[in-house]
């Protein structure tokens, strides 16, 4: 079992930048792959970026590229998303997965709770 909590949500400007954290615990979390995911009202959760378990490989959705930027610190169990020049669009509630391959589909088994971004135009 992997536990995922998310941190770092907010109300922010568009141009602004937030740092989301996924804080994880349990069985061999520096040697799984883990991903970010957003959900916004009446849309299907959608990809954002997901990163390998070395921190070596990192896919991230067309839409974010060259904005946001996910990033792992193994030491910490930790894995992070950067996220400047929001937009409003990025508005979603976010959630954190993780799972033993990189895949850019939902099908991770283990999900965060999700934390709240809104960006304000």
């Known amino acids: 079992q992997v536990q995922l909590v998310e941190s770092g949500g907010g109300l922010v400007q568009a141009g602004d930048s937030l740092r989301l954290s996924c804080a994880a615990s349990?069985?061999?979390?520096?040697?799984?792959?883990m991903a970010w995911f957003r959900q916004a009202p009446r849309k299907e959760r959608e990809f954002v970026a997901a990163?390998?378990?070395?921190?070596?490989?990192?896919v991230y959705a067309d839409s974010v590229k060259g904005r946001f930027t996910i990033s792992r610190d193994n030491a910490k169990n930790t894995v992070y998303l950067q996220m400047n020049s929001l937009k409003p669009e990025d508005t979603a509630v976010y959630y954190c997965?993780?799972?033993?391959?990189?895949?850019?589909?939902?099908?991770?088994?283990?999900w965060g709770q999700g934390t709240q971004v809104t960006v304000s135009s």
């Open positions: 349990g069985r061999a979390v520096s040697s799984i792959a």
């Open positions: 990163i390998g378990w070395s921190g070596g490989s990192t």
């Open positions: 997965a993780a799972g033993s391959l990189l895949v850019v589909s939902p099908s991770y088994p283990y």
